[in-house]
């Protein structure tokens, strides 16, 4: 199994709303990883997890707050957001170190 | 981070062999890099990475300038599912990776 999964595909939201975004791979990787991607734009790194801790912040706002509750799952939690922060969010995961990552088809985020 | 300079777009016909040009004048002697690409519609796929030899695979091959301060992607036979955005990153050995603008490439039948 080489699939990152992604769920919801698609996610509306209001400004005062809280949901979570959720990454699952089953490949054994231990470093996992959120990106953001607006419209026309490449990636942006947010977070790396290594071994189910935070080892990169790519100052994101504490809005966004990521969490690693075990080594196949990885979930996004979203508070107060704001319409900017309208865009594709990508997981993705590899072996720990200089390794080929896996990306999921990601979360089409909107918010009203 | 070390940055990247790939054209903004590249034109190819269908079987053609393709060579996609990175600059990384400012990349450090244990940087690696990578080639990804980003089909319409999907997560960015893996294709390529490595050090300082050039490397092939199923997908393509990698070409690394003896300086390291180039590199060309080459795909062999280009086809119509090749069309995509190829992302050149350059990165440590800590995982994180730092995407340019990339290249896009259109593939004529």
């Known amino acids: 199994d080489t699939e990152v999964t992604q769920t919801p595909k698609h996610l509306v939201m209001g400004m005062t709303n809280k949901k979570s975004l959720k990454c699952e791979q089953h490949m054994g990787h231990r470093a996992m990883y959120w990106y953001k991607q607006k419209a026309k734009k490449p990636p942006e790194l947010m977070f790396v997890y290594s071994y189910e801790k935070l080892s990169i912040n790519e100052s994101v706002p504490s809005r966004f707050s990521p969490e690693c509750p075990n080594s196949s799952l990885l979930n996004l939690h979203l508070h107060a957001l704001q319409p900017e922060d309208s865009a594709l969010y990508l997981c993705?995961?590899?072996?720990?170190?200089?390794?080929?990552?896996?990306f999921g088809p990601g979360t089409r985020l909107t918010v009203l | 981070d070390a940055k990247t300079t790939q054209p903004n777009s590249m034109e190819s016909n269908e079987e053609e062999p393709v060579h996609l040009p990175c600059n990384h004048s400012t990349i450090s002697g244990t940087d690696y890099i990578h080639w990804y690409r980003q089909l319409p519609s999907q997560g960015p796929e893996y294709v390529i990475h490595?050090?300082?030899s050039n490397v092939n695979n199923r997908m393509a091959s990698l070409a690394i300038a003896e300086d390291r301060k180039s590199s060309t992607l080459i795909l062999h036979r280009a086809t119509l599912r090749d069309a995509a955005v190829y992302y050149c990153?350059?990165?440590?050995?800590?995982?994180?990776?730092?995407f340019g603008q990339g290249t896009t490439l259109q593939v004529k039948p």
């Open positions: 993705a995961s590899s072996q720990v170190g200089v390794n080929e990552q896996f």
């Open positions: 990153i350059i990165s440590s050995n800590t995982g994180k990776l730092i």
């Open positions: 490595g050090l300082t």
